[in-house]
């Protein structure tokens, strides 16, 4: 069974500041995919990154970085010089492809609060 | 523009009826799913569908069901088997092939039953 555990469940930072989000997942296939998304307060959840499982290079997008670990299971997610419009709750998720299809399992999500 | 849409935002029922939350998609996407979320809790997959004419349950169907006779619409109706409906209810596409694809998120539906 598939598994994804986001132990922290709500941060709190002050704007300019930097933050990481943790990620840790459990799954017996080899070959499998790491999602994050984001949902703002309106609901929505929005694509933010895809990693394939053979791809262990970190990736960075304006604010926005990962770090793939494959050794210890985790795909942290990191803001950088964060801004209030980062406020929103973070998912992360997994899909082992194959006959699954794109069946995500998620994790529990970090609340990510960003005061001015 | 191209997206998903879920009607209604709102939606309220009394305790024993069933109610149907509508989903459709113009992304030409094949595949399609419904999640639910409670408060505080990550999302949980209920029914997907790979291809019209076809669909699975997910971890947890009970007390769902629902129908793709159409590509882009995809609703699910929440009976009055389910004991617990009051949650926040998202459905999502995605292109259908070998590679897991990102899901493409509507704006979901809060269902509260009293």
């Known amino acids: 069974a598939q598994k994804v555990t986001q132990a922290q469940t709500e941060i709190s930072v002050v704007e300019k500041e930097d933050v990481t989000l943790d990620c840790v997942y459990e799954t017996r296939d080899t070959t499998y995919y790491l999602f994050w998304y984001k949902q703002p307060p309106s609901g929505e959840l929005v694509f933010l990154i895809r990693?394939?499982?053979?791809?262990?290079q970190n990736e960075i997008s304006g604010r926005y970085s990962w770090n793939f670990q494959k050794s210890t299971s985790s795909f942290n997610f990191t803001i950088t010089a964060s801004q209030v419009v980062d406020s929103a709750v973070y998912f992360c998720a997994l899909s082992g492809g194959g006959a699954a299809g794109n069946k995500l399992t998620f994790g529990g999500g970090t609340r990510v609060l960003v005061k001015p | 523009d191209g997206g998903i849409t879920q009607s209604p935002k709102y939606l309220f029922r009394k305790e024993g009826q069933n109610v149907t939350l509508s989903c459709e998609q113009n992304l030409n996407h094949d595949a399609m799913y419904w999640y639910r979320q409670d408060p505080g809790q990550g999302l949980r997959l209920i029914y997907y569908?790979?291809?019209?004419?076809?669909?699975q349950k997910g971890d947890i169907a009970e007390g769902y069901s629902v129908s793709r006779e159409k590509k882009e619409s995809f609703p699910l109706t929440v009976t009055s088997a389910q004991k617990n409906p009051t949650a926040f209810y998202l459905c999502?596409?995605?292109?259908?092939?070998?590679?897991?694809?990102?899901?493409?998120f509507g704006p979901g539906t809060r269902l509260t039953v009293t």
């Open positions: 990693r394939n499982s053979f791809d262990e």
């Open positions: 569908s790979q291809i019209v004419n076809d669909f």
């Open positions: 999502a596409s995605s292109p259908r092939g070998g590679l897991p694809y990102e899901q493409y």
